[in-house]
């Protein structure tokens, strides 16, 4: 039974917090407030000293440590996959993402309301482990929801209509596609081919195609400087530095944008694949709604160039790219917290539930 001093504490400290969105992704987290926006957005990454335990830096501020930390301080990414696989880690980043959100906050502990996006095929375990760091981070409300189904809210789709849509959501460790119909998802498939898997095979190709070695922020600047999923009108060529396998000195190598697609073409086949099936399962009646309403992709991966027209030669369906492909499950997440209609609707078809007290 709840303690009705806590409840009462809760409501009073619920005035005066912020109901928050939170796409707690692989690569990046974003923290988004309805009819604010998105208010922060961070890589996913904290900085703690070995020897002590205490944490340095959260965010950029961490993500500039990796690769160039000494013995006694680690750069640590908490989540893999998508879920939670350092639960320790994301409590103090996301008590800090709180605390950041609430700026000008007479208190020094706010009791928000939290909707956490996670992947579609994550456990009952891992979504409880994301409800559960959401109440020790200080939560006085915690609920999860799919990222595809936050991702077409925040895209502003019908997705509480009978009609179908579709959205496919890139991110850092996983790519998901789903065709949602009154609310729910009807089928979805996942892949880990994704950013971080893109920034993998650029490495992979560097290191056997030139001997050359290179971290994982130089690959994924190259990708988004010069990655591409299908030819592009001008080709062109772009230098990356790293360190030869052989003599082990630094050394530039110009690399074309025809190279990094060969490179890049397995995961890129993997997401085709996936989005191939998820269409495949789909029921016939809502293919015809697919047909018109095209498919959206979203998440930071989707910014590939060209693979939206990739799927749509692969599909013969309109895939194209949303206007905020970052920002869109944080916006999702905020705006089925913030319209209590839709998360009446949400939760009736326990897709966003709430950990039990």
């Given amino acids: 039974m709840r303690n009705p001093f806590q409840f009462l504490a809760n409501t009073i400290l619920g005035s005066v917090s912020l109901d928050m969105g939170i796409d707690l992704g692989t690569a990046n987290t974003l923290v988004a407030v309805a009819r604010r926006g998105v208010i922060i957005n961070e890589p996913t990454v904290v900085a703690i000293d070995k020897n002590s335990s205490k944490t340095l830096a ?29 639960a320790d880690t994301t409590k103090r980043m996301l008590q800090y993402f709180i605390r ?22 994550a456990t009952e375990v891992e979504k409880r482990a994301v409800r559960q760091a959401a109440y020790e981070s200080g939560a006085r409300e ?4 799919e990222e595809p189904l936050a991702a077409a809210i925040g895209c502003n789709l019908a997705v509480t209509e009978p009609g179908g849509q579709m959205c496919v959501d ?19 498939e996942s892949t880990n081919a994704a950013g971080d898997a893109m920034d993998e095979a650029i490495i992979s190709y560097l290191r056997e195609q030139h001997g050359l070695v290179v971290g994982i922020r130089s690959a994924e600047s190259l990708k988004i400087e010069a990655g591409s999923a ?9 230098d990356v530095r790293g ?3 052989a003599s082990g000195l630094p050394r530039s190598v110009p690399i074309s944008t025809t190279e990094l697609r060969v490179a890049l073409s397995p995961v890129v086949a993997d997401i085709e694949t996936m989005v191939r ?41 309109n895939a194209y790219l949303a206007q905020d492909p970052l920002l869109a499950v944080a916006k999702g997440c905020a705006a089925a917290l913030a319209e209590a209609g839709t998360l ?14």
């Fill in 100 to 121: 950041q959100a609430h700026p000008n906050s007479w208190y020094a502990n706010p009791r928000p309301r939290v909707v956490i996006g996670i992947p579609s095929a």
């Fill in 243 to 245: 360190r030869d396998i």
């Fill in 230 to 238: 299908i030819p592009l009108s001008e080709e062109f060529t772009a």
């Fill in 142 to 145: 915690a609920f999860t929801i």
């Fill in 170 to 188: 890139i991110g850092g460790g996983t790519a998901e596609a789903a065709v949602i119909s009154l609310g729910e998802m009807v089928v979805s």
């Fill in 344 to 357: 009446r609707l949400i939760s009736s078809k326990d897709s966003l539930r709430k950990l039990p007290e």
């Fill in 277 to 317: 099936t998820t269409l495949q399962q789909a029921p016939p009646q809502l293919i015809a709604d697919l047909m018109t309403n095209g498919i959206v992709l979203v998440g930071g991966g989707a910014m590939l160039k060209g693979l939206p027209e990739r799927l749509s030669t692969a599909t013969k369906f």
């Fill in 58 to 86: 959260i965010g950029e501020a961490a993500k500039k440590m990796v690769g160039r930390t000494p013995a006694s301080v680690v750069a640590i990414r908490p989540l893999r996959d998508g879920v939670i696989s350092d």
